[in-house]
């Protein structure tokens, strides 16, 4: 189904008021091609917006399909962006679970029984797997293996099956699927930034993996981007170049620790499973195996160009780290 032409759109946002909706979202508000924005989420509005509606809905909650129905229903949305998910891994999976895989379930019978046409999704480019007979750069049409046993990559893998298996059996359901490498700026808190805000980081002995990064402005831009144009498909977001975690770390000088992977991995579950650290060991495999991406589908279908490279948003997240250790950045 395709809008009719000067309509102004309708949009609800679920995970609204974490990194990704709560930049997103005051753009859409000043722009006068949407006429409504819809934030559903259990936190509270931390800004004021003109076109802003709010609504609390836990999407763990047995009611939330119902409740969802409702809403996009009352407010008319044509466009649900889906953003209820997880930067960091926490120990309660079950709960997690609910949230991201069962949770997408219901975002999208909602917006099935709503007659939501557009339907855009943040995922992770995790989800393809970090194995060693990776090639250099993977391309939207590998097979996503994701990281069997860690769930935090599990949960985001099965939520993109959801939407494509819904898909595939509804012709007029328009889905885009943007998957975001590892997000770096100053704003961001993920599973690799934490590990960068240390002095001293262990890395598994023997392995020194090429990464790749794509800027916190990049990803809001980007999701504005396929708002504003309706682009459909699945996406690879990431910028262009990689570089060795050695030489991140010698940028931001910190100091690697290198340890076996086995006895690294006993450690950490150790420690993890008394929630003194903030990843599993299932995350050294991200470490030890290269997932990297190949952008061109971004550049050249949808016709988006991010303007910071893999290395200068490192240098700048770095940049911006430094100088909070010296107390002159909040």
């Excluded at 800004?47 to 229903?73: G, H, Q, R």
């Excluded at 970090?130 to 935090?152: I, M, Q, V, W």
């Excluded at 499973?273 to 971004?298: S, T």
Aim: charged fraction near 25%.
């Amino acid at each position: 189904m395709r809008r009719i032409k000067n309509q102004k759109k309708r949009v609800a946002v679920t995970g609204a008021f974490g990194f990704i909706g709560s930049h997103l979202i005051p753009l859409l508000d000043c722009d006068d091609r949407y006429s409504k924005i819809v934030a559903i989420d259990i936190k509270s509005p931390p800004f004021a917006a003109k076109k802003l509606s709010y609504y609390n809905v836990d999407l763990t909650s047995p009611s939330a399909e119902t409740e969802l129905m409702k809403i996009l229903k009352k407010e008319k949305v044509d466009t649900l962006v889906h953003l209820a998910f997880l930067s960091n891994p926490v120990a309660n999976t079950e709960w997690v679970h609910e949230l991201e895989s069962v949770g997408t379930f219901k975002v999208i019978n909602a917006c099935s029984a709503s007659k939501v046409k557009r339907f855009v999704m943040w995922s992770s480019t995790m989800v393809y797997g970090a194995y060693p007979d990776n090639p250099n750069y993977l391309t939207e049409s590998h097979k996503k293996r994701g990281c069997p046993g860690f769930s935090f990559v599990q949960d985001k893998l099965e939520a993109e099956k959801a939407v494509m298996d819904f898909a595939s059996k509804n012709d007029d359901f328009e889905y885009t699927i943007l998957r975001t490498c590892t997000i770096v700026g100053p704003t961001v808190d993920n599973i690799f930034t934490s590990l960068l805000l240390r002095n001293y980081v262990p890395v598994v002995m023997g392995y020194d993996p090429l990464m790749q990064f794509i800027h916190e402005v990049d990803v809001i831009d980007v999701f504005k981007f396929v708002l504003d144009r309706e682009i459909k498909g699945e996406f690879n977001v990431a910028s262009d170049g990689v570089i060795p975690v050695s030489e991140i770390m010698r940028l931001g000088g910190i100091i690697p620790v290198p340890v076996p992977y086995f006895a690294l991995k006993n450690v950490i579950s150790f420690l993890w499973n008394g929630q003194l650290i903030r990843y599993p060991a299932g995350f050294l495999n991200y470490m030890k195996y290269v997932f990297n991406v190949d952008n061109e589908k971004l550049r050249k279908d949808m016709g988006f160009t991010p303007k910071y490279s893999s290395l200068e948003a490192i240098k700048n997240y770095l940049g911006t780290r430094r100088l909070r250790k010296i107390e002159l950045a909040n």
